[in-house]
């Protein structure tokens, strides 16, 4: 969270050197301006979400930024020291700020799901009695979204999934199909 908001506070400046009518008068208040911007989006999101996601189809989600843009608005708005001379430039400011901010935080990998599976993995495997070796068979699911039976079948067939074809060459496992009678999306099964 602190290197998401100083990488917010850092894009608020690179925008005010960037665009006219954006004043911010030094790097605490910048700090402080993206923490304003960050609590504003925390409180006024989830509401303006609920009355903004009708009419999202209809303007092509041209209406997100322009809410952006009255949040910063806001913001400069409710601070001393931190001023941007009209809507329009507001605007610039989220658009960019949202470019650095999707830039910086995929170069350092902030937004990897990846990163948090493991660390759930790691502290569950903590909290995990050691395995006992047993003659007792078991059951392995393998799950994978969205993949019909015909479609791994024939990845079988070319060779693309060999762990898979060994297990079931040995007989060690074997392949089942299952049907949910509803959709097939993870949250519906």
């Known amino acids: 969270m602190l290197v998401?908001?100083?990488?917010?506070?850092?894009?608020?400046i690179i925008m005010s050197y960037l665009l006219n009518g954006v004043y911010i008068e030094s790097l605490g208040v910048a700090i402080i301006g993206a923490a304003v911007i960050g609590l504003l989006n925390a409180l006024l999101w989830p509401l303006l979400?609920?009355?903004?996601?009708?009419f999202a189809v209809f303007t092509l989600g041209f209406a997100a930024l322009v809410m952006n843009g009255l949040v910063v608005w806001f913001a400069a708005q409710l601070m001393d020291r931190f001023s941007i001379d009209g809507f329009w430039t507001a605007f610039w400011v989220a658009l960019g700020m949202s470019a650095i901010n999707i830039i910086l935080s995929t170069l350092l990998t902030i937004d990897d799901?990846?990163?948090?599976?493991?660390?759930?993995v790691k502290r569950r495997m903590k909290h995990t009695a050691k395995p006992e070796v047993t003659?007792?068979?078991g059951v392995l699911f393998l799950e994978i979204d969205g993949l019909a039976?015909?479609?791994?079948?024939?990845?079988?067939?070319?060779?693309y999934m060999p762990t898979l074809q060994h297990w079931l060459e040995s007989g060690s496992h074997t392949l089942s199909s299952w049907e949910t009678d509803t959709s097939s999306p993870t949250s519906a099964s």
């Open 4 to 12: 998401i908001w100083a990488i917010s506070a850092i894009a608020l």
């Open 49 to 54: 979400s609920f009355v903004l996601v009708p």
């Open 113 to 120: 799901d990846s990163s948090w599976y493991r660390n759930l």
């Open 135 to 137: 003659d007792v068979p």
């Open 149 to 159: 039976r015909p479609i791994l079948e024939k990845a079988l067939e070319e060779g």
